[in-house]
């Protein structure tokens, strides 16, 4: 088990239990030795969580002490400093800056002693080699998508033949270097993938699709199914 998963197994035990547990009792019960759980029981003290005791009397959460909003295990920790990595590929400034804003968050508020993995993380994760986007700002789609808004673009294939469209955003689809925006396009009247880097231009217009955002949402994602299920 890895220190920061027995940190947080420690504090879960403690608040559970309705009486002292000693040093050997929490060692059982973690698979570690005695001295093992001694030095994550000061970790955790210098921290600031209030565990009360002594060696062969036993320890105890001060009564009324909470778990913070956000505690997590190692592996969770992982994911997040992972995850607020990737998002620097997408391209989306406004996204990348909340992801920052994410991490400083989850740092402010974890023990001391699980600070580390989100300061110094043993991963490292690309920025990609996608160009910065110049037709269409995604934290507009974002937007967009949220309030059923239309949006009118100037869209080139690849051959760089261009087309004025207007679409109904309904998703924005993630990829290593590449975001689509999942749409129905009212040129022609179909579910289209739009490319954002070969969006040259865009518009966002005073004209909703309240009325049709659920029923197109539903047959966008029961289309998408139906095409995960065919490539099984």
């Excluded at 000061?42 to 005791?53: M, N």
């Excluded at 295990?73 to 992982?78: N, Q, R, V």
């Amino acid at each position: 088990m890895r220190r920061a998963d027995r940190l947080f197994d420690i504090i879960q035990t403690l608040r559970a239990a309705s009486a002292p547990l000693t040093a050997a009792v929490l060692a059982d019960r973690l698979e570690v030795t005695v001295r093992t759980v001694y030095r994550d029981i000061a970790a955790l003290q210098a921290s600031r969580v209030p565990i009360e005791g002594a060696p062969g009397i036993g320890y105890v959460l001060r009564g009324g002490f909470d778990l913070p909003p956000l505690m997590f295990t190692s592996d969770e920790i992982d994911a997040i400093t992972v995850g607020a990595r990737h998002v620097r590929r997408l391209r989306d400034p406004k996204l990348q800056r909340a992801a920052e804003s994410v991490l400083a968050k989850v740092t402010a508020v974890v023990p001391e002693a699980l600070r580390g993995a989100l300061r110094l993380p043993p991963f490292y994760v690309s920025e990609g080699s996608a160009p910065p986007l110049t037709g269409i700002d995604l934290a507009e789609v974002r937007d967009a998508i949220h309030s059923a808004c239309k949006i009118a673009i100037t869209y080139a294939d690849e051959r760089e033949r261009h087309t004025a469209r207007t679409i109904r955003p309904i998703a924005l689809a993630y990829y290593v270097d590449v975001t689509l925006i999942a749409a129905w396009c009212e040129l022609r009247q179909d579910f289209r993938h739009f490319r954002a880097d070969r969006i040259r231009s865009s518009r966002f217009l005073d004209e909703d699709f309240r009325a049709e955002q659920a029923q197109l949402t539903a047959r966008w994602m029961a289309l998408t199914e139906e095409r995960e299920a065919a490539l099984a």
